[in-house]
């Protein structure tokens, strides 16, 4: 199981905290990797001019005056196109000729992108991946797929054929950094230029089924590049069928329900999912929730993707269609195709099938509770060390579930305490070579007494069925907790270090738990060597109450319980850009341990500025999106008098962590401390747990650098059977779940490969 912090979040609603904005002093960090911008952030300056579109001229397609006749393009035809430059917000009329026609498509590239980004070779590739044959169905093309399985597309231009556009999308993006679009529908091309200048915009449209395919930086000369280009290219050919739809029932279809079923075209026609990890780690969100303006789009997109996908795999594909055929919108779609489905679908018994098809990824107790495909990520719920918890409060939202996940433990009872019946629990209960799912009653007490012993991992997911309403939920618990937990703010590397003025404090907060005790503290600095003036600091409780004393000069510091002083165990200093992991922490010990049952904070206090080259500081990042318990007490001018507590940001919407960490333990406790390390020094691969398994089995690795990781299985005659992994990770510890009720016992092998490193490991299914 994947080893993560018990973090108690408080609860700050309505509340301005005292902000201050500063960069970077020193920025060591890596450039970021080169990432896919959606079509939905390409087109966001157009979103009005097809909103106003959409108004004026509802059921256009069946109104509109077609051609008398099709294009009639060959090989070798030029024609100019209107294509949108996003950096100018202007629109560019683009040379380019016809290199292929295939039975559903004309394809044009840009002339001067011609046998430098686009050969023939890769138009080739295009017109077969649209026409012809995908990697599932090797006898049809994207085009014969999804209109099989979907519905009709648009026609305005009297020509059944679309028109695919292979060109250098305007998107800023070079080949080297920022991200990029990989292609894109549009819907304004579905309108004539003369309705564009009748709702007061210049003629830009082109007039027909157009798909935005981009060769820059798009790679199209290479398998894997023609495998993103084609996955991104059924994605958005199912947004014109959505189109269709949308138009004939002038239905204002959700974002949510349009993406799901997008997201589930390169599923189904076999290219490359995205990563479900985001969606797990943000599960408790609303179903139908769509942050368009936020980094946690990527969320909602792999939710999406895992919520069509289970239907098409548990439902039917005759739901899914049904779903975007429906003249209703958003959830009332949704459960009109269920109801037409036979038997038909219970909305209720549906999301918690999936919820749980999420958390337990195999079908040998209950066939709802997996996907047909092998291979998938599954949930790695919120680690609870301490399973003694008095009155900790939660909202589950709208339609979501919160995974939680007991190890490491003894003895556990359990209550969850709801007002509303439309909260359901269920517990996964995992023996050595075996699990366990019960229903657990709401307001009564649910007792484990074996967990720890036969039971040693224990999870439960609490789930919303309300189609409205969020529901509060109180969790009282009691056990044995283990011995030794690390805690941590942020996992993530350190980006840089912050300047602040001599007699600034620095201060990170920790949440006290019930029966602790503080063996230690680990600090990451970025200076070394003995002549370096160490930092003075201290560790002691807190007025958790961080509303009273964040924008004043009160001291939220109630008890010293130690001072100490911060000296580097190294001799000379890391690099920049900064080493991954980070090497330079200093750790502080304490005998006897310290009171951790009350909140407490590590406190640095800066006696020495930054810039004199004998000066230390503490290491930070900037990934924090909203309070994180990182504080510093600063003046709030260079005039100010008195000194203020302030959450510090960078200025572009996030805010610093601190790197310091907390080891608390439980004392009473018998055996052997259990360390839980969060970022590990150096790549490694454990050997899946349990083994022999069946029906499923963890495999926990570690990273010591972000990058792309790939897990792959394979029998003992060196055939694939699934792919667990493939996707850009952070650097830390990660796991993932392999569950296959179709293959037959015996050996297999699972591969961990991430940049250089690669390891294979053996592991045996019994059934």
């Keep these: ?25 020193e920025n060591g960090t890596m450039k970021p990797a080169k990432k896919l911008m959606t079509s939905e952030e390409f087109l966001k300056n157009e979103k009005y001019k097809t909103d106003k ?8 397609l069946q109104k509109i005056a077609k051609k008398t006749k099709s294009w009639g393009f060959t090989v070798g035809s030029t024609h100019k196109w209107f294509t949108l430059n996003r950096v100018t917000g202007n629109y560019e009329i683009l040379s380019s000729t016809c290199r292929a026609i295939g039975t559903n498509s004309y394809i044009f590239v840009e002339d001067s992108l011609w046998k430098t980004k686009v050969t023939q070779a890769a138009v080739d590739s295009v017109n077969r991946a649209f026409n012809t044959a995908t990697p599932n169905t090797p006898t049809k093309g994207i085009f014969q797929v999804e209109t099989e399985k979907f519905g009709s597309v648009p026609d305005v231009d009297s020509d059944p054929r679309v028109i695919i556009f292979i060109l250098d999308i305007r998107d800023g993006a070079t080949a080297s950094s920022g991200s990029y679009i990989a292609g894109y529908f549009h819907s304004l091309n579905e309108y004539s230029n003369a309705d564009l200048k009748e709702a007061g915009y210049l003629p830009t449209s082109n007039e027909c089924e157009m798909y ?29 069928i959505h189109y269709y739809y949308n138009n004939l029932y002038s239905r204002n279809q959700t974002t949510f329900i349009n993406e799901s079923m997008s997201q589930l075209a390169p599923y189904i026609c076999g290219y490359p999912l995205d990563g479900a990890a985001s969606y797990f780690n943000d599960s408790n969100e609303g179903l139908l929730t769509w942050r368009s303006t936020s980094d946690l789009v990527l969320n909602d997109y792999a939710r999406a993707q895992r919520f069509s996908m289970y239907i098409w795999d548990r439902c039917g594909e005759s739901v899914i269609k049904n779903i975007i055929q429906s003249p209703q919108a958003g959830l009332a779609g949704v459960k009109d195709a269920f109801a037409k489905a036979s038997p038909a679908i219970n909305l209720s018994t549906f999301l918690q099938n999936w919820f749980m ?24 719920p919120s680690a609870n060390y301490n399973p003694n918890a008095a009155n900790s409060k939660d909202t589950i939202k709208t339609m979501s579930v919160k995974y939680l996940d007991y190890e490491l433990g003894k003895n556990l009872k359990i209550n969850f305490g709801s007002a509303s019946d439309k909260l359901k629990v269920k517990v996964v209960k995992y023996a050595s070579s075996s699990y366990v799912v019960d229903d657990v009653p709401i307001n009564t007490d649910y007792a484990i007494p074996d967990y720890g012993t036969t039971y040693p991992v224990i ?10 309403n969020s529901i509060p939920v109180t969790i009282n618990s009691t056990g044995t907790p283990p011995a030794n937990v690390e805690m941590v703010r942020s996992t993530d590397e350190p980006t840089g270090v912050l300047q602040f003025a001599v007699g600034d404090t620095i201060l990170v907060g920790f949440d006290g738990m019930s029966g602790s005790q503080i063996d230690s503290i680990h600090v990451a600095v970025r200076r070394a060597g003995p002549t370096i003036t160490p930092i003075n600091a201290f560790l002691g409780q807190i007025n958790g109450d961080y509303n009273s004393w964040l924008a004043t000069g009160t001291n939220p510091i109630t008890k010293v319980l130690n001072s100490f002083q911060l000296v580097s165990p190294l001799s000379s200093n890391p690099p920049s850009p900064y080493p991954i992991p980070w090497p330079n922490w200093v750790t502080v010990k304490f005998s006897p341990a310290l009171d951790g049952t009350k909140d407490f904070g590590i406190a640095a206090i800066i006696n020495k500025l930054y810039s004199d080259t004998t000066a230390q500081n503490i290491m930070a990042n900037d990934s924090a999106k909203g309070f994180n318990y990182s504080c510093v007490k600063e003046k709030a001018s260079t005039s100010a008098t008195t000194r203020t507590w302030y959450i510090i940001g960078n200025g572009a919407g996030n805010y610093y962590n601190f790197l310091m960490r907390a080891y608390i333990s439980f004392p009473g406790v018998n055996g052997v401390k259990q360390v839980v390390e969060l970022l590990p020094k150096q790549f490694s691969v454990a050997q899946n747990y349990p083994n022999p398994f069946n029906p499923s089995t963890m495999i926990n690795y570690s990273i010591p650098k972000d990058g792309n990781v790939k897990i792959t299985v394979y029998n003992t005659l060196g ?40 390891k294979t490991l053996r592991m045996m299914l019994l059934k």
């Design 459 to 468: 999870q439960f997911a609490v789930m919303n069925t309300d189609t409205s």
């Design 719 to 758: 055939k694939q059977v699934a792919v667990l992994v493939d996707e850009f990770q952070k650097s830390g510890s990660h796991s993932v779940r392999f569950a296959n009720s179709n293959l037959a016992s015996g050996v297999y092998f699972y591969r961990v490969e991430s940049g250089n490193n690669v």
């Design 357 to 380: 098809a999420d958390l337990v990824g195999d079908t040998t107790l209950n066939t709802a509770y997996g996907y047909k495909t092998a291979g998938l990520v599954y949930a790695t």
């Design 53 to 60: 579109l959409e108004q004026m001229f509802p059921n256009h």
């Design 212 to 240: 935005y395919c981009d060769a820059n930086p798009g790679d199209l000369l290479t398998s894997s590049g023609i495998k993103n280009a084609m996955g991104t290219a059924a994605h958005e050919f199912q947004h014109m």
């Design 1 to 25: 199981m994947k080893k993560t912090l018990l973090v108690i979040l408080l609860a700050f609603t309505a509340v301005t905290f005292g902000q201050a904005v500063m960069p970077l002093y």
